[in-house]
């Protein structure tokens, strides 16, 4: 009979979910103020950037135009640009078409996934954006050009468009890979985002990467049921740079490579961007992220035992949406549990999987059906949704995650309300990312 007489998702837990939430809502208005945020950066390296994308220097009126008077004919021509017949690599299915072209003073305010302002350099020489489509695929794609005054505003405008990506807010988007490019300016990446579009998913492939003074994205749509490969952007990208670097200088050497790497985020070291987060139906406001409250036993099932499992740190964060319309115990904790050695993340991970899968057996209200195994790369994990009946017509249902990565365990936690629930498959990729994510713990 144990475990009989809990109602785990009621009470306390939904009033430190709802104080959680009233703490994320007042750090996204902090941030949509304006204030600097630190984002990590390739290397290892850690940058100040504005939570509108720029840099910690102030700038002009983001919607002015950025064709400031200059002697530099610097990528002047739109002849630089990629063309139907160089950006035939993102598809060799029908032809490619060019269908605008427009220059600083016309450009858009926003030109591809995640953009937060108008130019990443407001204070640039100029910028090109252009266009094209697919007749026979109905895929589109875009080529956005800015070319600063000098390389190191262009490296600061690449690490602005960085920032938009890793942090983007764009509603009912999820960052489903992402990958760090040699060979395609002096660096760059290729950042893969999914956003729902019925049976299927509305795929945006996006490359960016510098070259001198030159930082170029290349966003390439399409319509399918996996996330695509980088391949096609990697090439047309690669094409699109080398006619850009022939004036620009910061060609890239070597054979073009797109290896996998997650985009920086602005979250404490080892926890998920909101971007990293699953996407619902329901909710077309951005996931955030809040302190968490100590993860206890669990929900009944899992039996956690930390005073046993002697962990060497642990944190949680609560992943919330302060702006959508939802019951007060909606909300994703991801708990990261750090132990002195690998052997003992997987011992205290394989123990909580043995609880679950046993717990009908010890919980009598508990039904217990496993929703997959999880192996990638170095994360190994398994999914289970567990109800709980306490009587009087009222049931409780989680999804529950472990997963271990190095000295690293992950125990992810997810309640299922009326109408707001997530596949299996979304839950498992969640459950890899946050394990992904944990390698970077402190």
Same mark, same amino acid.
């Given at each position: ?45 850690? %940058? ?199 004036? /620009? ?8 490579? %797109? ?89 205290? %991970? ?19 059906? /496993?929703?997959?195994?999880? /192996? ?6 398994? /999914? ?59």
């Amino acid at each position: 009979m144990a475990g009989s007489h809990r109602a785990p998702r009621g009470g306390s837990r939904a009033a430190a979910r709802e104080a959680r939430r009233q703490k994320a809502r007042k750090r996204n208005q902090t941030i949509a103020a304006g204030v600097a945020v630190v984002v990590l950066v390739g290397g290892g390296g850690v %940058a100040a950037l504005n939570a509108f994308g720029g840099d910690d220097a102030s700038g002009p009126d983001f919607g002015a135009t950025d064709d400031k008077s200059s002697d530099s004919n610097l990528l002047a021509d739109a002849n630089v640009l990629l063309d139907a017949a160089t950006a035939r690599p993102l598809g060799a299915t029908g032809a490619w078409a060019v269908t605008k072209t427009a220059d600083g003073s016309s450009a858009p305010e926003r030109s591809f996934v995640c953009q937060s302002q108008r130019f990443a350099d407001p204070a640039g020489q100029r910028t090109w954006v252009r266009t094209f489509q697919n007749s026979a695929t109905k895929e589109t794609a875009v080529q956005y050009v800015e070319v600063s005054n000098d390389k190191a505003a262009a490296g600061k405008a690449y690490t602005s468009i960085i920032g938009w990506l890793s942090g983007c807010s764009t509603p009912q988007t999820r960052l489903a890979a992402s990958y760090v490019t040699t060979g395609v300016g002096e660096r760059g990446v290729i950042a893969v985002f999914g956003q729902p579009a019925g049976a299927k998913t509305k795929y945006r492939t996006v490359a960016v990467a510098v070259a001198g003074k030159a930082t170029m994205v290349l966003e390439h749509d399409t319509v399918a049921a996996a996330a695509p490969k980088p391949t096609p952007v990697l090439a047309a990208a690669t094409a699109g740079l080398k006619k850009i670097c022939a004036q /620009s200088g910061g060609c890239g050497t070597g054979a073009p490579v %797109a290896k996998p790497g997650l985009l920086p985020t602005t979250e404490a070291p080892g926890f998920m961007a909101p971007v990293d987060l699953p996407v619902l139906a329901g909710i077309d406001k951005p996931w955030v992220s809040s302190g968490g409250t100590k993860i206890g036993a669990g929900t009944g099932c899992e039996r956690i035992d930390l005073k046993k499992a002697k962990p060497t740190k642990l944190t949680t964060l609560t992943y919330v949406t302060p702006e959508a319309k939802v019951p007060t115990e909606f909300g994703l904790d991801d708990t990261v549990v750090k132990f002195a050695t690998p052997a003992a993340a997987k011992a205290f %991970a394989e123990q909580i999987r043995k609880n679950v899968d046993g717990c009908e057996k010890n919980v009598s209200n508990a039904q217990v059906k /496993s929703t997959g195994t999880v /192996s990638v790369g170095s994360v190994r994990g398994e /999914s289970w949704r567990a109800s709980y009946d306490t009587g009087g017509g009222k049931i409780f249902t989680y999804r529950i995650g472990i997963a271990s990565i190095g000295n690293q365990a992950v125990y992810v936690l997810f309640p299922v309300l009326k109408g707001l629930d997530i596949s299996d498959t979304a839950f498992n990729e969640t459950l890899v990312r946050a394990a992904e994510r944990s390698t970077l713990y402190k």
